[in-house]
């Protein structure tokens, strides 16, 4: 026969155990590290405002903590500084603004030459707006310049500026994009320890990286080489069934990057720092949405 009142014990006592246990855990995650990303929006992402100020303003309302310039640009150091120091806008990196034009791998010397000038220039303005990388396509290969060919003088040309990144403290980040080069995380790795510095690492593109891989997954083998994100999703869909460049035309978090996957191993891996909105332009209203699509990422 059943001892009623031993159930009720043991029965009050697994409630009271369960709700230890949930207690617990939540506990656990309150005191559980946040995961440290900061947001920041790409300047030409913000449609409206004339005037340096005015989108450094709108973006900030938005909700975004920094923003990413291009550099050479026709922007003044003492417009961008006091857009700056009016908003409270960090600016928290430059963007080679040639180097789709000007690669480090061209088969010209002068070119070459010409490229090398622009990145210096792209970190000195970094450095002077308080930034702390600059993203760089280091090579592109095409029918003009190999494979083997886009290695080797990239490399030596990144090589002559390492010492500048070295002094001014400002990192040179490689972003994967289309530019059929380093299209493997072992082989994007290889690359930057070649280099021999910690001024050079990787400026993960999340979306990108979806058309030919896997994000989590380069998050994994690049670990410390990582320096900064760029936020974008990409629809593998849209791409099979309208066309390559098709694929970006969708909000992030509804493409086919593993959000989910990618922030944990970004959790993994121990990355803190800036991840920047490459999103399609547009008003307060579409800044305000991108930055609530970035929390709810940012929180899986």
Not at 180 to 202: H, I, M, T
Request: charged fraction near 30%; hydrophobic fraction near 45%; aromatic fraction near 8%.
């Amino acid at each position: 026969m059943i001892d009623r009142r031993k159930l009720l014990v043991s029965g009050g006592a697994l409630a009271l155990g369960t709700l230890w246990l949930r207690e617990a855990r939540a506990q656990d995650a309150r005191s559980a590290p946040k995961r440290k990303l900061r947001k920041a929006l790409m300047l030409y992402m913000c449609r409206d405002g004339k005037s340096l100020r005015e989108k450094f303003e709108i973006i900030a309302r938005a909700g975004f903590e920094g923003v990413e310039l291009d550099s050479p640009s026709p922007i003044s150091r003492e417009e961008v500084l006091a857009a700056r120091e009016a908003t409270g806008l960090a600016v928290c990196g430059t963007v080679d603004s040639v180097h789709w034009r000007k690669q480090l791998a061209d088969p010209s010397a002068e070119v070459r030459a010409e490229a090398v000038a622009a990145l210096e220039t792209a970190l000195r303005d970094c450095h002077a707006f308080g930034g702390d990388s600059v993203l760089l396509v280091p090579a592109i290969v095409n029918t003009t310049v190999d494979y083997k060919s886009a290695y080797e003088r990239s490399q030596a040309e990144l090589r002559r500026v390492l010492p500048l990144a070295a002094e001014l403290k400002v990192k040179i980040g490689i972003e994967n994009v289309w530019n059929d080069f380093l299209l493997s995380p072992l082989e994007a790795a290889r690359y930057v320890d070649e280099l021999e510095s910690p001024w050079v690492g990787w400026h993960l593109d999340c979306g990108n990286i979806v058309n030919y891989g896997h994000g989590e997954q380069w998050v994994r083998i690049l670990g410390p080489r990582l320096c900064k994100l760029h936020i974008k999703d990409y629809s593998r869909k849209r791409r099979d069934g309208e066309g390559l460049w098709k694929g970006f035309e969708v909000a992030l978090g509804e493409g086919d990057a593993n959000w989910k996957a990618l922030m944990a191993a970004l959790d993994e891996v121990g990355f803190a720092g800036w991840a920047s909105a490459e999103v399609a332009a547009g008003d307060e209203a579409h800044l305000r949405d991108v930055v609530a699509r970035m929390d709810r990422i940012f929180a899986l």
